[in-house]
């Protein structure tokens, strides 16, 4: 594994983000959206740097769903609990990279009438998208490599991390680690 960011870094990132954000936002209530399991602790570390008024909801999805459902290969495993119907919706997520799973869930926010829904993503990872959709903040762009740390997993390992790290293996062509 390769360190990609180190935490000093990542929370410099934050900042940054989180003062755009409430600047963004400054006259609205923000109604903030993280996404599980990816997303807790971009989040987390996210709402403390924002400074303006927010609700916080998280849902869960997942991308072994049925292809014939509304929302194609992408379910949603929980959904939110609160109406999002005139509010100012900003998803937290850990990355987007085909961007498959955040178009459908902006999709599916959006049949109930929202006045905005954004998308905040840690990492932008550009090379495999393939849905017409990009973050409207990120922290970090990357082109390629699969991620892990600060949330990202891989099979369930490596999630609580406090750095960001590329992980080299046999598929991504590296080193198997
Ligand atoms: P999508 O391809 O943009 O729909 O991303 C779906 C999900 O795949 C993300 O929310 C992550 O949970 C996971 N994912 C994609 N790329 C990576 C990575 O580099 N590391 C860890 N998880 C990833
Ligand atoms: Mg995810």
Same mark, same amino acid.
């Given at each position: 594994m390769k360190m990609l960011y180190s935490a000093s870094e990542i929370a410099r990132k934050v900042t940054e983000l989180g003062d755009e954000i409430s600047q963004a936002y400054r006259d609205q209530e923000l109604f903030i959206v993280g996404i599980l399991k990816g997303g807790f602790m971009f989040m987390s570390d996210l709402v403390r740097s924002i400074r303006i008024p927010m609700k916080i909801e998280f849902a869960r999805l997942s991308? @072994?769903?049925?292809? &014939?459902?509304?929302?194609g290969d992408v379910s949603i495993i929980d959904d939110i609990h609160e109406a999002v119907t005139g509010r100012h919706v900003l998803i937290v997520d850990d990355i987007m990279d085909t961007g498959h799973s955040l178009l459908a869930f902006k999709k599916h926010l959006e049949e109930n009438g929202p006045a905005s829904v954004r998308i905040c993503t840690m990492? &932008?990872? =550009?090379? /495999? /998208?393939?849905?017409s959709i990009s973050p409207d903040y990120y922290g970090f762009r990357i082109a390629d490599g699969f991620v892990v740390g600060y949330g990202l997993d891989y099979a369930e390992k @490596? /999630? =609580?991390?406090p750095e960001l790290y590329v992980l080299e293996t046999p598929e991504t062509g590296g080193t198997p680690t």
């Open positions: 991308s @072994y769903g049925n292809a &014939d459902s509304p929302m990492i &932008d990872k =550009t090379v /495999r /998208r393939e849905a @490596y /999630r =609580t991390l």
